[in-house]
């Protein structure tokens, strides 16, 4: 449309607004479909319109609207928050009306990843928002977190960034984190635990934890930074999981890498040491474990085929395993394997047990939190009994063994056929064995011709 056409509606835009501002909502809705009707291209009216339904609970309608806006390329930021604040109160659209939800949902992300990818000419510095009163507290999600920091930074060529951690006492969690125990009197506590994580790396950002959001959106609102997640996209409090995992695909697509997450040099020597002093003379293979008995129990990992894999393992191959998991879920089994390092009983720290996985020759384990580090690096890994969000399917390579990331490299697997066996894990671990190479501490080629390498199962 025209300019002339657009600014021919002006005077119409505020009366109807007027109309809005005195409560006369439904006459305001007339308006706006009149303006529509004259000018079908009216990216105003159609924001506008779909504000005044939602006040008058028109729900479906004001959908509708909403996803006309998002056919618009130039949408304003203060309309995003419109769209942000309508998906967060969405509940009644996704009960009545699930797929236009979700389309609608899916619209609203593509644009806040296009806004995070092209950054403006004026970019210099980063800034990241963790709302713990809607995101998880969960290792993997901080991890992928910083890894979409990692890939603006490099896009942007920015160095300069800063981390908001938003927390407040009276909403500290989303509904099934306060169903586990996180609440006002505790939440600090479960925060505190998670913040190695934040310091992974060498170039760790700023970082302040915040009780105020507007200081943190004034922050990200600023012209020369870019934001991880948008201001709107962080009003919306939607799940950052698959919206990250979305970016991360962005970025490759374009940049033809990811770059690894590395952790910090000190860390890292920590990490070799400790390998060096549980596994001189052996192959180091990380090996997440999970025995939760709060939730999601299907995810656990099958303990008595492990312990027959560690068996096996213990007369074919110069092999050390480093498990990793909390405390509470080492099971006596794997202290009868001599085979076995169980790395809490060294009391390691959460920053110390993912820095074991990335510095280990490579990684078996079950798809929780801490194996997140391993997609980012270079060593083969094997995720096993992976429980794959549908909505995270299509972003994956299909494989004649299961998927893989779009980014992953050589020997990068997920293994998605339910819990697993001995004879699965014998398996992976022959592939991810396979091609490794002396990786300038233990010559693993010779390790492995020095020792009957046989993983059939006798």
């Known amino acids: 449309m025209a300019e002339s056409e657009i600014t021919s509606m002006l005077p119409m835009l505020r009366q109807a607004d007027l109309l809005l501002n005195k409560g006369l909502v439904e006459e305001a809705v007339e308006f706006y479909i009149r303006i529509i009707g004259m000018a079908p291209h009216q990216m105003d009216a159609y924001a506008r319109l779909g504000h005044a339904y939602h006040l008058i609970g028109s729900i479906k309608e004001a959908a509708a609207a909403y996803l006309k806006v998002l056919s618009f390329d130039d949408v304003d930021a203060g309309t995003y928050c419109g769209i942000a604040e309508f998906i967060r109160t969405g509940e009644k659209l996704k009960t009545e009306d699930e797929s236009t939800y ?24 980063l800034v990241v928002t963790w709302d713990f009163r809607s995101q998880p507290y969960s290792i993997g999600d901080l991890i992928l977190l910083q890894q979409a920091a990692n890939c603006i930074c490099l896009a942007h060529g920015i160095t300069q960034a800063r981390t908001y951690l938003l927390s407040d006492r009276e909403n500290p969690a989303r509904p099934s984190f306060r169903a586990l125990g996180v609440n006002g009197e505790n939440y600090l506590d479960h925060i505190i635990r998670l913040l190695p994580v934040f310091l992974l790396c060498n170039e760790a ?17 600023a012209p020369d930074a870019v934001a991880w997640p948008t201001v709107p996209l962080l009003k919306s409090m939607l799940d950052l999981n698959l919206p990250t995992f979305r970016l991360l695909n962005m970025f490759y697509e374009q940049q033809k890498m990811l770059p690894e997450f590395r952790i910090r040099g000190s860390l890292a020597r920590w990490a070799r040491n400790f390998i060096e ?55 006596e089994q794997l202290r009868a ?63 004649p063994w299961g998927y893989s990331f779009t980014y992953a490299k050589k020997n990068q697997r997920i293994i998605a056929s339910g819990n697993e066996t001995c004879e699965l894990l014998v398996r992976e671990l022959g592939i991810l064995l396979k091609d490794l190479t002396s990786d300038g501490e233990r010559n693993i080629d010779r390790l492995l011709s020095d020792k009957d390498t046989d993983l059939r199962l006798h």
């Open 102 to 125: 979700n389309r609608l949902v899916e619209l609203f992300i593509d644009h806040m990843l296009q806004q995070t990818v092209r950054g403006s000419a004026d970019t210099s510095k």
């Open 205 to 221: 950002p700023a970082l302040t934890l915040e009780h105020d959001e507007d200081t943190a959106l004034q922050s990200m609102a």
């Open 277 to 331: 002093e549980n596994a001189r003379g052996y192959i180091p293979v990380a090996v997440q474990m999970r025995k939760t008995k709060s939730y999601n129990l299907s995810r656990n990992s099958n303990i008595e085929a492990w312990s027959e894999f560690f068996s096996h393992c213990h007369s074919h191959l110069p092999v050390k395993f480093f498990v990793i998991c909390a405390a509470s879920e080492v099971d």
């Open 337 to 399: 394997h001599e085979n076995v390092v169980i790395a809490k009983n060294s009391r390691t720290t959460v920053d110390q047990d993912l820095a074991l996985i990335k510095e280990c020759a490579a990684f078996m384990g079950i798809s929780s939190g801490p194996a997140t580090v391993a997609f980012f690096g270079n060593r083969p890994y094997s995720i096993v009994n992976a429980h794959l969000e549908q909505s995270l399917v299509p972003l994956l390579k299909k494989e």
